[in-house]
């Protein structure tokens, strides 16, 4: 048997649709094998008080909060996963490592690039262990094909593309929220709500561009407010950036695309990596699916069926099929493990640094959408 697992006590700030979820994973926790870390949900906080009341059945949250520094002044919270618009992260992460709790950040950690790099920055000078949100990495399908992609089979790559796809958004009648806005959700749009699902694992390994040029798109200007009268939109909806990336020392392209207006696609995560020698597809439409292919006289792509195959050994038979459930517990189980120094190889979130580089992506494509030009990053 493996031995007990430690102890970390965990606070949620912001308790809407990704801090429930949290919740949930660690309600759950029991189900994996090998996880050395164990998390325990001990205090919750969110400015709406009502939006409280759900964790109240969490047997373990001794702490209901509507000012996030009354949380973080409690000392039985080791880390806290901070889920708010994109305009409080950089107050609320200063807050949390400055009042030396580890963070597991919500992406796209800080509304722009400026702001990621002072908490970056802070991080570093406070020693605190810090990580972003991705969790579409932790599927088997993906993590076989970044496994497939660094390994050096690909050959010399051809083209590589990574994308993330939202349909929701083509109703004009969905009234708009806080991510239609770039008072609150940054002037990068659309980016900064889904760019490093699709940024996480080329940065991983190693490709990330020298140059860009953006096509983004603002497509439904107006909403309904949802008190009878209608509100400006003016972030970008959709984004597609044609990227060089530099690979043994030839220019590759890569796509990176990010659309909240992408019809028939309901969070769809993609990745493909074509080389002369070997090439690997993998998207959550079809999420037992690894599409692969060799280079031989002819050339076909070869379906193979998944199972259960998570860097974290869990109770789920291996015939059976992951879930959103299982990955944010696979990514938790990462973030908790990497942080105790018992990641062991398996792969992890992603860092500042990632984080960073992702924003650095999204300020050249600004400016290339601006000048209609090609950015050096």
Same mark, same amino acid.
């Given at each position: 048997?493996?031995?007990?697992?430690?102890? &970390?006590?965990?606070?949620?700030?912001?308790?809407?649709?990704?801090?429930?979820?949290?919740?949930?994973?660690?309600?759950?926790?029991?189900?994996?094998?090998?996880?050395?870390?164990?998390?325990?949900?001990?205090?919750?906080?969110?400015?709406?008080?009502?939006?409280?009341?759900?964790?109240?059945?969490?047997?373990?949250?001794?702490?209901?909060?509507?000012? !996030?520094?009354?949380?973080?002044?409690?000392?039985?919270?080791?880390?806290?996963? &901070?889920?708010?618009? !994109?305009?409080?992260?950089?107050?609320?992460?200063?807050?949390?490592?400055?009042?030396?709790?580890?963070?597991?950040?919500?992406?796209?950690?800080?509304?722009?690039?400026?702001?990621?790099? /002072?908490?970056?920055?802070?991080?570093?000078?406070?020693?605190?262990?810090?990580?972003?949100?991705?969790?579409?990495?932790?599927?088997?399908?993906?993590?076989?094909?970044?496994?497939?992609?660094?390994?050096?089979?690909?050959?010399?790559?051809?083209?590589?593309?990574?994308?993330?796809?939202?349909?929701?958004?083509?109703?004009?009648?969905?009234?708009?929220?806080?991510?239609?806005?770039?008072?609150?959700?940054?002037?990068?749009?659309?980016?900064?709500?889904?760019?490093?699902?699709?940024?996480?694992?080329?940065?991983?390994?190693?490709?990330?561009?020298?140059?860009? !040029?953006?096509?983004?798109?603002?497509?439904?200007?107006?909403?309904?407010?949802?008190?009878?009268?209608?509100?400006?939109?003016?972030?970008?909806?959709?984004?597609?950036?044609?990227?060089?990336?530099?690979?043994?020392?030839?220019?590759?392209?890569?796509?990176?695309?990010?659309?909240?207006?992408?019809?028939?696609?309901?969070?769809?995560?993609?990745?493909?990596?074509?080389?002369?020698?070997?090439?690997?597809?993998?998207?959550?439409?079809?999420?037992?699916?690894?599409?692969?292919?060799?280079?031989?006289?002819?050339?076909?792509?070869?379906?193979?069926?998944?199972?259960?195959?998570?860097?974290?050994?869990?109770?789920?038979?291996?015939?059976?099929?992951?879930?959103?459930?299982?990955?944010?517990?696979?990514?938790?189980?990462?973030?908790?493990?990497?942080?105790?120094?018992?990641?062991?190889? /398996?792969?992890?979130?992603?860092?500042?640094?990632?984080?960073?580089?992702?924003?650095?992506?999204?300020?050249?494509?600004?400016?290339?959408? /601006?000048?209609?030009?090609? &950015?050096?990053?």
């Amino acid at each position: 048997m493996s031995p007990p697992a430690a102890n &970390v006590r965990v606070g949620v700030i912001g308790a809407g649709l990704m801090g429930r979820e949290v919740a949930s994973a660690f309600g759950r926790w029991f189900a994996l094998l090998d996880s050395p870390v164990r998390p325990e949900l001990t205090a919750v906080c969110d400015v709406n008080a009502a939006a409280l009341d759900w964790f109240r059945q969490v047997p373990t949250v001794r702490h209901f909060d509507i000012d !996030h520094r009354a949380l973080l002044a409690r000392e039985d919270v080791d880390v806290v996963y &901070v889920a708010v618009p !994109h305009d409080r992260h950089e107050a609320i992460y200063m807050d949390a490592l400055r009042a030396g709790k580890d963070l597991l950040a919500e992406k796209p950690f800080g509304i722009d690039l400026a702001a990621a790099c /002072r908490v970056r920055a802070e991080a570093a000078r406070l020693g605190r262990f810090v990580r972003v949100s991705s969790e579409f990495p932790f599927l088997p399908g993906a993590q076989r094909a970044f496994q497939i992609a660094a390994s050096g089979e690909l050959g010399r790559i051809i083209e590589i593309r990574a994308a993330f796809l939202h349909s929701s958004d083509l109703d004009p009648a969905k009234p708009a929220n806080w991510k239609r806005q770039n008072i609150h959700c940054g002037e990068a749009g659309v980016m900064n709500d889904l760019g490093l699902h699709v940024a996480h694992v080329p940065l991983r390994l190693g490709w990330k561009p020298s140059k860009l !040029h953006a096509s983004l798109q603002k497509i439904h200007r107006f909403r309904p407010d949802g008190r009878g009268g209608t509100v400006a939109c003016d972030t970008w909806d959709n984004a597609v950036l044609h990227t060089t990336v530099d690979i043994g020392g030839e220019p590759v392209p890569m796509t990176l695309e990010m659309k909240r207006l992408a019809p028939t696609e309901t969070n769809t995560w993609i990745f493909e990596a074509l080389g002369t020698d070997r090439g690997v597809r993998f998207s959550t439409k079809e999420p037992k699916t690894l599409c692969t292919y060799r280079r031989d006289k002819e050339q076909s792509w070869q379906r193979t069926d998944l199972g259960f195959e998570m860097p974290f050994k869990a109770i789920t038979g291996g015939i059976f099929e992951p879930g959103f459930p299982d990955i944010l517990m696979q990514m938790w189980a990462a973030f908790l493990a990497e942080r105790a120094g018992l990641l062991g190889g /398996r792969f992890g979130c992603a860092p500042p640094d990632e984080a960073v580089s992702q924003h650095e992506l999204w300020a050249g494509a600004l400016v290339s959408q /601006r000048d209609q030009s090609v &950015v050096s990053i």
